[in-house]
């Protein structure tokens, strides 16, 4: 792995420079004194074969693919390790050998005075090679070892035993230059350097904390919602002018000014299909929505958590428990410094790499207990902002009352530091709850979005383009058509899918209009009418698909594309027609 035989190099490259400059620091000392010892020479000795076996590491971990930075490297560490391989020679032949005796201390006293000269030219030019071996390895740490961690660590797709070995070695690195008194300049930067791999590492643990409260389909839902037609909804959070209505200007304002106060709940609330799921995805990535929140304020950094429950989804779509760790998930993933403190036991187990992928388990107990724990934290509201969008409240499964005084017990427990918007149908258990905070109710306030999407779909469309159909009549015809929609967006836009099939099949505008007129204005009759419209020969196909669809997605698992091209062997074979059998 480059980023581990980088890091390796350097930390033999540090001892080997260490070693060399005690036998150095050693030799200027006798030198400067003038005394000649043979105890002095033993010591140089002893050093010299400590420098000769940092070498040996260092040529060990020799790589032939290297860069030219890298050979010069080696290169130069062999000359000053033939420096020290010719000082201890020559150290080996001035100092006293087996039992001492007065005789033998003068003779070596003689042959190390006649040495001195040769031996001072050894240890200059052996401090010469050092010195231009520490410049060496200052440039490889400013430009080729960045280049080899920056090229080679990508964090999240190696092995646990690669990052165990990494870290190892990078220890191993900082215990070195921790010794080290010598190349400061070097060690200075070898530091800022490892803070790319050793804050890797921290993220490597806040990666697999989080993937451990991640579940399936947690943000299909959301991803699943279709975008507003341009402009619509956009009102909403719109300061400037000219509104519609009154009542659009005064809502505009109302959730605003709740978006730039302190803490509280906004209350959504809306029929069956006037898409307020549109609107609260709409919300959250509305290019003023978080400069709103952010405004007047010191803090940040704001932070937005989303669910989107979804009770035609799986388990995990519509659980309020699934809510409760989508959030979790959500703040963390946008703070992860806060990771450590709300999950303390497994951020120390992460802390352990043993050459295994660590795997949290965590109960419905255990996301409760971190996630109150968190939301009363003053660390999260630290120079932050924090928003909770909830979207479709009337969708959980499970026990609305609960839910809805856990939301409000939020509220109380974030303070002026926690927004909470929140979604649902207009059921007594939401508008009791919720009946004084502020809100707005979608089907009275989307009349000219839903005009604009209706003149803007069929003045786009080829066929009635051609119809020529006068102004007036074409402003009657859209008013009717939204008029009768009776605020639910869901109806508009399945009409207007209808009248443009008609217009594929050459209807012309008389035609229109009547079937306009014989459209239900209720939604689920709508439903009813569609289907029952569906031509008797492909019926049974359509029920089928309607049934395998709900089927799978019931079971937890959306439909692929290889088990849909079955629903045509079958409907080729013209077996059973009832959608039971299928």
């Not at 200027?28 to 010591?43: F, N, R, Y």
């Not at 004084?436 to 999407?453: A, F, G, N, P, V």
Request: proline share 2%; aromatic share 8%; glycine share 4%.
């Amino acid at each position: 792995m480059e980023a581990l035989a980088a890091i390796g190099l350097a930390s033999n490259v540090i001892g080997f420079i260490e070693a060399g400059f005690k036998l150095v620091e050693k030799a200027k000392d006798i030198h400067q004194s003038g005394v000649v010892s043979t105890e002095e020479d033993a010591s140089h000795l002893r050093v010299a074969t400590s420098l000769e076996a940092s070498f040996s590491k260092l040529s060990a971990s020799k790589d032939k693919s290297g860069s030219e930075q890298e050979v010069a490297i080696y290169e130069t560490a062999s000359e000053c390790a033939g420096l020290a391989a010719q000082l201890c020679r020559l150290l080996d032949k001035t100092r006293v050998k087996g039992p001492l005796s007065r005789v033998k201390v003068i003779k070596a006293t003689v042959r190390s005075t006649w040495k001195s000269k040769e031996k001072e030219d050894l240890i200059s030019r052996l401090d010469r090679a050092l010195n231009g071996l520490n410049t060496q390895l200052l440039i490889l740490t400013r430009s080729d070892l960045v280049a080899h961690i920056d090229n080679s660590f990508q964090w999240r797709n190696m092995q646990h035993t690669e990052l165990h070995a990494i870290n190892t070695q990078i220890s191993s690195l900082q215990k070195d230059l921790n010794k080290s008194s010598h190349n400061t300049t070097v060690v200075t930067e070898l530091l800022r350097v490892l803070e790319k791999p050793r804050q890797s590492l921290f993220e490597v643990r806040q990666h697999q904390i989080l993937e451990s409260l991640r579940f399936d389909l947690m943000n299909a839902r959301e991803e699943g919602i279709i975008d507003a037609h341009e402009a619509t909804y956009d009102w909403l959070l719109r300061p400037e002018g000219p509104f519609a209505t009154p009542a659009l200007e005064d809502t505009s304002q109302r959730f605003r000014s709740w978006l730039q106060k302190k803490g509280g709940i906004f209350f959504i609330m809306g029929k069956p299909g006037a898409v307020k799921s549109v609107l609260m995805k709409m919300i959250s990535g509305h290019e003023n929505f978080r400069r709103l929140v952010a405004e007047n304020s010191e803090a940040t950094q704001t932070i937005v958590a989303k669910f989107f429950f979804w009770n035609a989804g799986s388990e995990s779509q519509k659980s309020f428990g699934c809510l409760v760790r989508s959030l979790l998930h959500s703040i963390l993933s946008q703070a992860p410094d806060l990771i450590p403190a709300v999950f303390p036991n497994d951020w120390e187990e992460t802390g352990h790499f043993s050459g295994q992928s660590w795997t949290a388990h965590h109960d419905s107990k255990k996301i409760n207990i971190a996630f109150e724990k968190l939301l009363c934290s003053e660390l999260l509201y630290r120079n932050r902002h924090v928003v909770f969008l909830i979207d479709g409240l009337d969708e959980l499964e499970g026990d609305h009352k609960y839910m809805v005084q856990r939301i409000r017990s939020w509220s109380t427990t974030g303070g002026d530091n926690l927004k909470i918007c929140v979604s649902s149908r207009e059921w007594n258990v939401f508008t009791s709850v919720f009946a004084d905070c502020e809100s707005l109710k979608l089907q009275s306030l989307t009349y000219d979005d839903m005009l604009r999407t209706t003149r803007d779909t069929l003045a786009g469309n080829e066929d009635f383009i051609r119809l020529d159909v006068p102004v007036y009549k074409f402003e009657s015809f859209a008013k009717t058509l939204v008029e009768k929609a009776e605020g639910v967006f869901l109806w508009t836009s399945l009409v207007l899918r209808l009248l443009q099939d008609g217009l594929s099949d050459g209807d012309e505008f008389l035609r229109l209009q009547s079937k306009l007129d014989a459209l239900p204005a209720d939604l689920e009759k709508l439903f009813e009418h569609m289907l029952t419209s569906i031509n008797k020969v492909d019926q049974c196909y359509a029920f089928k698909m309607i049934h395998f669809v709900s089927e799978s997605t019931t079971a937890g698992s959306p439909p692929m594309l290889l088990r849909m091209l079955f629903l045509d062997i079958l409907y080729d074979s013209a077996q059973a027609n009832d959608p039971a059998d299928f």
